[in-house]
Nanobody, 119 residues
Framework: QVQLVESGGGLVQAGGSLRLSCAAS????????MSWYRQAPGKQRELVAA???????NYADSVKGRFTISRDNANNTVYLQMNSLKREDTAVYYC?????????????WGQGTQVTVSS
């Protein structure tokens, strides 16, 4: 079993920055891809950014050039640096990872952290 704990959300003015963190813990597991998703009120959850264990990244078009995903493999932590925030970035942000324990692989979600961007 893997637990994901997110932190770093909050209220920020448009144009500002926030940094989200997500730390994975558990026993005897290895993590493959780590990702950030977000869900705004009345909308579906969408992928924001993902990073593989080797460091390859991909981003939603809406955040390219503004957000940066990174990870610390030694500490099983993923970060999302969000710059030039816009009101439309307001959402609950969720950390997601795919982890393997023994021969079993599955996905895990964090509890979510609220990001609110005011004008």
């Amino acid at each position: 079993q893997v637990q994901l704990v997110e932190s770093g959300g909050g209220l920020v003015q448009a144009g500002g920055s926030l940094r989200l963190s997500c730390a994975a813990s558990g026993s005897r597991f290895s993590i493959n891809t780590m990702s950030w998703y977000r869900q705004a009120p009345g909308k579906q959850r969408e992928l924001v950014a993902a990073i593989t264990s080797g460091g390859s990244t991909n981003y939603a078009d809406s955040v390219k050039g503004r957000f940066t995903i990174s990870r610390d493999n030694a500490n099983n932590t993923v970060y999302l640096q969000m710059n030039s925030l816009k009101r439309e970035d307001t959402a609950v942000y969720y950390c997601y990872c795919h982890a393997v324990s023994g021969l079993v692989g599955r996905g895990y979600w964090g509890q979510g952290t609220q990001v609110t961007v005011s004008s």
